[in-house]
Each structure stands twice: as structure tokens, then as C-alpha cells.
């Protein structure tokens, strides 16, 4: 991979911020976006733009061929069976609602149980929680191991006859984890539960299988992929989809309507109430099409690379403590400087250019389980480098030692 050519396709990247070569470290937050990516949407807002589904003109059926063609790479992508399996949504949050209130809701009552983990981001448990409240159901975690993975035995352990629906994240926004999902969607087949997959920072990294995972349902973000904020995706099965009750009503989901009854769109539309977000469609397509040409198998690698190399940077820093495993992590390095508040760490490398996160990262839970409130994170993508990290391993001495004179 050359990241330097990679790098000149990305027009936020190449500015300085208080002085300094922007160093961006927050990708799992949300990712930067690609000229292809900025101009396919400008494009089709220049030259193609209409309402989908409807029009006989030829703008309407320009606007419903890219809006249907975006939803063909994202079945590609996850190599799902068809098309029918892929909803649009604003993202991984309305993504795993809709599962939780669509299928879950119905699904649960009283005795059962919903398994998740204690490393979820928040959309992948207040959702849950939401459905114990109103079900009766059973909120079970699995439990952690001490650097933050899980065990297969604790799975077993976890999931029983009573569980329904079990949900977790790929890949973990803070740990840097990579979860066997595989694996625990064959312990849930096993005990009749459907298996939900966060995929919020997997699908950016990684090639995904869906069918070769044999989850139930998989969300993901277009933001953090390169694509623009607005737009993520729902791949379910068919035989699961067509099953469910859309949550949302109105214009684009129905196929007749009577004063007192309707019926529905085929899948996937029923679940897609609404004009759609066609140009965020559109922006996820071209994305997608990027990660492609470069290589998500490059990528994953690049990152590994990346991952291990910050991971022992830092760790040899005084006073540093980084979160999660030390090998088969993505690229990203959560982290506390000693005596140094994460928003103060922050600060400081931002005032060297360099954007990094603090805070919960949404995962209030986790962070008790960590017993911090609050940590920084650095998180690298495709258009990252060791020179980067060499940034960040020298701001981070800064800190240190401007807080150390500060506190001395
Ligand atoms: N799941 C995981 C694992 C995430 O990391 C995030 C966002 C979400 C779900 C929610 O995605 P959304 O696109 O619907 O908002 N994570 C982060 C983060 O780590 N920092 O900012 C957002």
C-alpha cells in the first residue's frame, strides 16, 4: 500500500491545525472521506438527483438505478445471499434498533434471556435493555477475561435454551479486540437464539462474510468507512426479514393502502419508510468501491502492522497504560497517562495537530470494568503511518512533561 498516494486522495488531511500537519487519530469515530467519495455525491447531486421508486422520468430512474446499485454493493461487500437482505438505515445505532424492536420485542417474554457483553458501545445495549424492560426478558453478559477478550467457555457458559437473541460487536471501539463471532453464532444456533453482530468497526478493516459468519443480522456505519454520516446498513436473513413488522410508516413501505388497513412493500423496502437517504446511499457505494480498489485484505494487514507497532510504542512510554490485548487487535490503542486527565491529553496534542479522542467512547460500562472513567484513544486507518505514531509517541512525551512541570 502506498499511503502517501492514499493520503493525497483525502483533501481534509493536508492542512495544518494550531501550526502543525494535521495527524488524524480518530477514524473510529468517524473516518475521513476520499475525493471519489465527495465527488460521486456532488455528481449525482449535479447531474442525477430525483425522488427514487417513482418517477418515469429519466432523472427518477437515474436516482432509483444509484440507489439500488449502492444497496448491490453493500450485499456484495458482506457477500450476502441477495439484495432483498440489505436495509438502508442512518447507521449502526438505527440499525440495531430496528432488530431490537422490530424482531427482539416480538421474539422475547418473560424467562427469556438476551446475551450481549459488557464491552458493547451503547447502541448495542441500551437497545437490549429497552427490550428486557418491556419483554421480561433477561439481560446476561458474558463475562470479560482479564485483557478484555472473551472465552469461548464463558460463551457456552452464558448462552442457554432460554436465550434468544444474542448480540456483540466485531470488533471493540476500545479494546481493539477482534471477537469470534463465528463461533459464538454457532453456540447461539445451537441454543435457538439469533445471533446480532455489531460490525461498526469491523466492516472498515476487514473483509466480511456474512454468510461465511452465518450471523442473523450485521450492522454497520457508512461514516466509518469512508462514506458520508447519514447512512449505514441492516443485512438479516430473508427468512428472518420477512417475518418482521417494519417500525416506521408512511410513503415508500407500503404496496395499498385503505382507509383502515395497508399492506406492504416487498424486502427490503418495507423497512425503508420515507424518502431514502439516496445521495448517503450513493457517497456508501463509492466508498465501498475505494476500499475495494485498495484491498480490505491490505488494509486489515496495514493496520495490524500499524496496531502492533503503536501498541509498543506507547506501552514503553512511563506511565502509560494501554487497554486491551497485545496481539490480534485492530488499529486502534486506547490508553491513560498517569496523573494526566484524557481530556487534558487531548488538549495538548491537539495544540501539536495531532486529533485524538477522550472520554467514555460510549461505553460507559466498559470503562467501570476498566475502573477509569474516562480514557484517550487513538485510532488509525488506511491513510495512517508510523510517522504518525512517532507524532503522537512525541506529543505525548510533551504532555508529560508539560503536566510534570505544571504539577511539580
Ligand atoms: N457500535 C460500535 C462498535 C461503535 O464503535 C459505534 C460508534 C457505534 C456502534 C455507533 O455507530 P453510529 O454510526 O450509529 O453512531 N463509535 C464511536 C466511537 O468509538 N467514537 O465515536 C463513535
Same mark, same amino acid.
Given at each position: 500500500m502506498n499511503i502517501q498516494a492514499i493520503r493525497e486522495q483525502?483533501?481534509? %488531511?493536508n492542512q495544518e491545525i494550531n501550526g502543525h500537519p494535521l495527524v488524524y487519530l480518530d477514524s473510529a469515530a468517524t473516518s475521513q472521506k476520499p475525493r471519489s467519495v465527495l465527488d460521486a455525491m456532488k455528481r449525482y447531486y449535479e447531474l442525477d438527483n430525483a425522488n427514487v421508486h &417513482?418517477?418515469?422520468?429519466t432523472l427518477g430512474s437515474r436516482a432509483t438505478d444509484a440507489y439500488e446499485g449502492a444497496r448491490e454493493k453493500v450485499a456484495k461487500l458482506l457477500n450476502a445471499a441477495s439484495t432483498d437482505e440489505i436495509i438502508f438505515t442512518r447507521g449502526t445505532t438505527t440499525a440495531l434498533n430496528l432488530v431490537a424492536s422490530s424482531y427482539a420485542r416480538s421474539a422475547c417474554s418473560e424467562g427469556d434471556e438476551i446475551v450481549i457483553t459488557p464491552m458493547e458501545h451503547h447502541s448495542n445495549l441500551i437497545p437490549w435493555q429497552q427490550v428486557a424492560k418491556a419483554t421480561g426478558a433477561t439481560l446476561k453478559y458474558i463475562p470479560l477475561q482479564p485483557d478484555g477478550t472473551i472465552s469461548i467457555a464463558d460463551v457456552e457458559a452464558t448462552?442457554?435454551? &432460554?436465550?434468544?437473541v444474542v448480540s456483540v460487536m466485531y470488533?471493540?471501539?476500545? %479494546?481493539g479486540v477482534i471477537n469470534p463471532i463465528r463461533e459464538i453464532t454457532q453456540i447461539a444456533h445451537r441454543n435457538g437464539a439469533v445471533m446480532v453482530v455489531d460490525g461498526a468497526q469491523s466492516t472498515p478493516h476487514m473483509k466480511v462474510d456474512v454468510r461465511d459468519l452465518d450471523c442473523d443480522f450485521y450492522a454497520l456505519s457508512g461514516h466509518k468507512m469512508c462514506g458520508p454520516t447519514g447512512i449505514g446498513a441492516l443485512y438479516g436473513k430473508k427468512s428472518l426479514l420477512s417475518k418482521m413488522e417494519p417500525i416506521e410508516f408512511g410513503g415508500e413501505m407500503i404496496d395499498h393502502v385503505d382507509l383502515y388497513e395497508s399492506t406492504w412493500k416487498d424486502l427490503p423496502w418495507r423497512f425503508e419508510g420515507g424518502t431514502p437517504i439516496i445521495a448517503g446511499a450513493v457517497g456508501l457505494g463509492a466508498a465501498i468501491d475505494f476500499l475495494q480498489e485498495v484491498g480490505l485484505d491490505e488494509i486489515d494487514q496495514h493496520e495490524k502492522r500499524l496496531a502492533e507497532y503503536a501498541y509498543t510504542r506507547l506501552s514503553q512510554l512511563e506511565g502509560l497504560t494501554a487497554y486491551g490485548p497485545a496481539h490480534n487487535r485492530v488499529g486502534l490503542v486506547t490508553f491513560n497517562l498517569e496523573d494526566v486527565h484524557p481530556h487534558d491529553v487531548a488538549t495538548v496534542l491537539d495544540s501539536k495537530g495531532i486529533a485524538v479522542r477522550a472520554g467514555h467512547h460510549c461505553c460507559q460500562p466498559l470503562m467501570r470494568w476498566l475502573n477509569v472513567s474516562a480514557t484517550a484513544r487513538a485510532s488509525f486507518y488506511l491513510y495512517n503511518d508510523e510517522a504518525d505514531v512517532d507524532r503522537l509517541v512525541e506529543g505525548l512525551l510533551q504532555t508529560r512533561e508539560f503536566f510534570g512541570h505544571a504539577i511539580g
Amino acid at each position: 500500500m502506498n499511503i502517501q498516494a492514499i493520503r493525497e486522495q483525502f483533501p481534509i %488531511l493536508n492542512q495544518e491545525i494550531n501550526g502543525h500537519p494535521l495527524v488524524y487519530l480518530d477514524s473510529a469515530a468517524t473516518s475521513q472521506k476520499p475525493r471519489s467519495v465527495l465527488d460521486a455525491m456532488k455528481r449525482y447531486y449535479e447531474l442525477d438527483n430525483a425522488n427514487v421508486h &417513482r418517477g418515469v422520468h429519466t432523472l427518477g430512474s437515474r436516482a432509483t438505478d444509484a440507489y439500488e446499485g449502492a444497496r448491490e454493493k453493500v450485499a456484495k461487500l458482506l457477500n450476502a445471499a441477495s439484495t432483498d437482505e440489505i436495509i438502508f438505515t442512518r447507521g449502526t445505532t438505527t440499525a440495531l434498533n430496528l432488530v431490537a424492536s422490530s424482531y427482539a420485542r416480538s421474539a422475547c417474554s418473560e424467562g427469556d434471556e438476551i446475551v450481549i457483553t459488557p464491552m458493547e458501545h451503547h447502541s448495542n445495549l441500551i437497545p437490549w435493555q429497552q427490550v428486557a424492560k418491556a419483554t421480561g426478558a433477561t439481560l446476561k453478559y458474558i463475562p470479560l477475561q482479564p485483557d478484555g477478550t472473551i472465552s469461548i467457555a464463558d460463551v457456552e457458559a452464558t448462552i442457554t435454551p &432460554r436465550t434468544k437473541v444474542v448480540s456483540v460487536m466485531y470488533v471493540s471501539n476500545v %479494546l481493539g479486540v477482534i471477537n469470534p463471532i463465528r463461533e459464538i453464532t454457532q453456540i447461539a444456533h445451537r441454543n435457538g437464539a439469533v445471533m446480532v453482530v455489531d460490525g461498526a468497526q469491523s466492516t472498515p478493516h476487514m473483509k466480511v462474510d456474512v454468510r461465511d459468519l452465518d450471523c442473523d443480522f450485521y450492522a454497520l456505519s457508512g461514516h466509518k468507512m469512508c462514506g458520508p454520516t447519514g447512512i449505514g446498513a441492516l443485512y438479516g436473513k430473508k427468512s428472518l426479514l420477512s417475518k418482521m413488522e417494519p417500525i416506521e410508516f408512511g410513503g415508500e413501505m407500503i404496496d395499498h393502502v385503505d382507509l383502515y388497513e395497508s399492506t406492504w412493500k416487498d424486502l427490503p423496502w418495507r423497512f425503508e419508510g420515507g424518502t431514502p437517504i439516496i445521495a448517503g446511499a450513493v457517497g456508501l457505494g463509492a466508498a465501498i468501491d475505494f476500499l475495494q480498489e485498495v484491498g480490505l485484505d491490505e488494509i486489515d494487514q496495514h493496520e495490524k502492522r500499524l496496531a502492533e507497532y503503536a501498541y509498543t510504542r506507547l506501552s514503553q512510554l512511563e506511565g502509560l497504560t494501554a487497554y486491551g490485548p497485545a496481539h490480534n487487535r485492530v488499529g486502534l490503542v486506547t490508553f491513560n497517562l498517569e496523573d494526566v486527565h484524557p481530556h487534558d491529553v487531548a488538549t495538548v496534542l491537539d495544540s501539536k495537530g495531532i486529533a485524538v479522542r477522550a472520554g467514555h467512547h460510549c461505553c460507559q460500562p466498559l470503562m467501570r470494568w476498566l475502573n477509569v472513567s474516562a480514557t484517550a484513544r487513538a485510532s488509525f486507518y488506511l491513510y495512517n503511518d508510523e510517522a504518525d505514531v512517532d507524532r503522537l509517541v512525541e506529543g505525548l512525551l510533551q504532555t508529560r512533561e508539560f503536566f510534570g512541570h505544571a504539577i511539580g
